[in-house]
T-cell receptor, first 115, second 114 residues
Framework: AQSVTQPDIHITVSEGASLELRCNYS??????LFWYVQSPGQGLQLLLK??????LVQGIKGFEAEFKRSQSSFNLRKPSVHWSDAAEYFC?????????????FGTGTSLTVIP | EAGVAQSPRYKIIEKRQSVAFWCNPI?????LYWYQQILGQGPKLLIQ????????DSQLPKDRFSAERLKGVDSTLKIQPAKLEDSAVYLC????????????FGQGTRLTVV
């Protein structure tokens, strides 16, 4: 069965510190992988996505993520966190073909940034 | 490019009442999704349309929830009658195709059932 696990429910970091949010997935084949961010009262905004090729992908707002097939992971990183990065972060997997149509979301990681 | 539009933004109803949500996807997007996001959880897919046909509604509580996408553009999601556990944010999203592309999300409708 397909699933996405985000082990950290809540993370607190100091502004300027580095950040890594974990994501593990279970999928029948190599899926398409996404990270979305949700600010309070807002919809989900795509940060970055991995379809194929280079396993290190760059996204918006200075975020990057690395796909590691051997670990079934797609962790999100940022070298220096800004106070505006405080939000809920969701990892998601999507199908590679029209045989499976769902996006599966993790339960999210809430990020607090302290000055 | 205009984003996914949803209305209303907020709705408070009493249990056993009915409610409807509206979604206008990005122009040209064939695939439309409705997600339910309960507080503290990730979004859960309720129903997925490809044009005006239903692709997946396996997690839609069909005894009380219904959705339609007439003419393959706008969509409405209805709950009748509502229960307390339906309190959630209902997100609409659209994508060009259902695979190998991203989904664009609206701001959602926050439903409170009292």
């Amino acid at each position: 069965a397909q699933s996405v696990t985000q082990p950290d429910i809540h993370i607190t970091v100091s502004e300027g510190a580095s950040l890594e949010l974990r994501c593990n997935y279970s999928y029948g084949a190599t899926p398409y992988l996404f990270w979305y961010v949700q600010s309070p009262g807002q919809g989900l905004q795509l940060l970055l996505k991995y379809f194929s090729g280079d396993t290190l992908v760059q996204g918006i707002k200075g975020f990057e993520a690395e796909f590691k097939r051997s670990q079934s992971s797609f962790n999100l990183r940022k070298p220096s966190v800004h106070w505006s990065d405080a939000a809920e972060y969701f990892c998601a997997v999507g199908p590679q073909s029209n045989t499976g149509n769902q996006f599966y979301f993790g339960t999210g990681t809430s990020l607090t940034v302290i000055p | 490019e205009a984003g996914v539009a949803q209305s209303p933004r907020y709705k408070i109803i009493e249990k056993r009442q009915s409610v409807a949500f509206w979604c206008n996807p990005i122009s040209g997007h064939a695939t439309l999704y409705w997600y339910q996001q309960i507080l503290g959880q990730g979004p859960k897919l309720l129903i997925q349309f490809q044009n005006n046909g239903v692709v997946d509604d396996s997690q839609l509580p069909k005894d009380r929830f219904s959705a339609e996408r007439l003419k393959g553009v706008d969509s409405t999601l209805k709950i009748q009658p509502a229960k307390l556990e339906d309190s959630a944010v209902y997100l609409c999203a659209s994508s060009l195709v259902p695979w190998n592309t991203e989904a664009f999300f609206g701001q959602g409708t926050r439903l409170t059932v009292v």
